[in-house]
Nanobody, 127 residues
Framework: EVQLVESGGGLVQAGGSLILSCAAS????????IGWFRQAPGKEREGVSC???????YYAESVKGRFTISRDNAKNIVYLQMDSLKPEDTGVYFC?????????????????????WGQGTQVTVSS
């Protein structure tokens, strides 16, 4: 069974840090790009970051310089290190896989590019 499981969310004060994990199973993890998305209440799901199979990374402008995506292919885990958190970073964070490709395409930030999703983990940043 193909599965993604996010963890690491929680409540943190503005300026703090969190590390999210996305554990994958049921597919050849090394071969695929993995994306992180978030969704705030009442808002659309938005792309946060993506990492290709070769480790190339992409970030939304709103998180550049604050978030770092990485992958450990030996453990089948993708991480999202989030520093200098802001209240506007609050939301449910999801990881997702595009099972059709190894690369984060030009439109990596669009949810429709991905077809396998985790259940999400809540991140709340207090001011």
């Amino acid at each position: 069974e193909v599965q993604l499981v996010e963890s690491g969310g929680g409540l943190v004060q503005a300026g703090g840090s969190l590390i999210l994990s996305c554990a994958a199973s049921g597919f050849i993890f090394d071969d695929y790009a993995i994306g992180w998305f978030r969704q705030a209440p009442g808002k659309e799901r938005e792309g946060v970051s993506c990492i290709s199979s070769d480790g190339t990374t992409y970030y939304a402008e709103s998180v550049k310089g604050r978030f770092t995506i990485s992958r450990d292919n030996a453990k089948n885990i993708v991480y999202l290190q989030m520093d200098s958190l802001k209240p506007e970073d609050t939301g449910v964070y999801f990881c997702a896989v595009d099972s059709h490709g190894s690369w984060c395409g030009a439109k990596w930030y669009r949810p429709m590019e991905y077809d396998i999703w985790g259940q999400g983990t809540q991140v709340t940043v207090s001011s």
